[in-house]
């Protein structure tokens, strides 16, 4: 086996899970998007596109967990059965998490995305860029 094979196996054992725990500590306290030297997940972002030298970036992009809340009539009163209850998004956690890197750093171009891990309340996706 390869080198990316070997890493992509041991992405889910109980060392991994441990270290990202107590990176997650530590991320919560950061911005919601923060450049970063070097990939989390080597091989998936390997396999995605990404190459180690000038010109490709990459971006960690943090996203709040859970729906958003209904959406009601601006004029008049609240109607009496419309509770608030929260409804599905239009487009998933990962796309949302592409736009909002791309619009961080307009002059690159989003060439892939992939998720890194979760909590109870966030979701965090890195985001490769590429300079045009």
Not at 30 to 40: F, G, L, Q, S
Not at 67 to 92: E, F, I
Not at 105 to 112: A, R
Request: hydrophobic residues 35%; positive net charge.
């Amino acid at each position: 086996m390869g080198m990316y094979k070997y890493l992509r196996n041991n992405w889910n054992s109980e060392e991994v899970t441990q270290l990202m725990k107590s990176r997650m500590i530590s991320w919560r306290r950061e911005e919601t998007i923060v450049r970063m030297d070097k990939p989390t997940r080597l091989d998936r972002a390997h396999s995605l596109g990404y190459k180690a030298k000038q010109g490709f970036v990459i971006v960690r992009v943090k996203i709040g967990k859970g729906a958003g809340k209904r959406p009601r009539k601006v004029h008049g009163g609240k109607p009496s059965k419309a509770g608030q209850y929260s409804m599905p998004s239009v487009m998933n956690k990962r796309r949302v998490a592409e736009m909002r890197a791309g619009k961080k750093y307009p002059n690159m171009q989003v060439l892939n995305s992939y998720y890194v891990c979760e909590d109870g309340r966030q979701i965090w996706f890195e985001i490769i860029l590429v300079d045009p």
